[in-house]
């Protein structure tokens, strides 16, 4: 089930979830690392947050965080936990991300993956994403799909 966050309950997991599937994957130093779990519930405050989760009332198993920003959906996070992966859960905030993106007028999504990050390339590719250039400050691909037009 996809549900809105609830921060309170949701976020400690969020913050493993990010811990243990994405920060494997960065080139950041340790310093910066914890500046960015700082930053977290700043970023969190800003955009939408949706989880899925077993059942309403339960613990989320992954989260997306995104942002819109005209015509351009930003994905700013995606997470599954290791033992919840390959079950569509991400396809399915993917999905739900770009309708929700979709309906207030996005033509195209963003999303960055770090260089080393092969199964998140796979992932977006999938979906329709493709590499647009690789950033060497950050050491991430930035990956861009259009969306359809709802007319």
């Known amino acids: 089930m996809i549900r809105y966050r609830r921060p309170k309950q949701d976020d400690?997991?969020?913050?493993?979830?990010?811990r243990g599937e994405l920060v494997p994957f960065s080139h950041l130093p340790p310093q910066d690392i914890e500046t960015v779990f700082k930053d977290i519930p700043l970023r969190l405050s800003r955009g939408v947050s949706l989880v899925a989760s077993p059942t309403y009332e339960a613990d989320?198993?992954?989260?997306?965080?995104?942002?819109?920003?005209?015509d351009l959906l930003y994905i700013d996070m995606m997470a599954v936990a290791s033992a919840h992966q390959r079950q569509r859960h991400g396809k399915t905030l993917m999905?739900?991300?770009?309708?929700?993106?979709?309906?207030r007028g996005c033509l195209r999504a963003k999303v960055m993956v770090d260089r080393d990050n092969t199964r998140a390339h796979l992932f977006y590719r999938k979906l329709g994403y493709r590499t647009q250039r690789?950033?060497?400050?950050?050491q991430c691909y930035?990956?861009?799909?259009?969306?359809?037009?709802?007319?």
Do not use: M, Q
Request: charged share 15%; proline share 10%.
């Open 142 to 151: 930035e990956l861009e799909k259009r969306l359809p037009s709802r007319t």
């Open 12 to 18: 400690p997991i969020i913050h493993d979830l990010v």
């Open 134 to 138: 690789y950033v060497p400050l950050s």
């Open 60 to 70: 989320p198993v992954a989260f997306i965080h995104f942002l819109i920003h005209g």
């Open 95 to 103: 999905a739900h991300a770009e309708n929700f993106a979709t309906s």
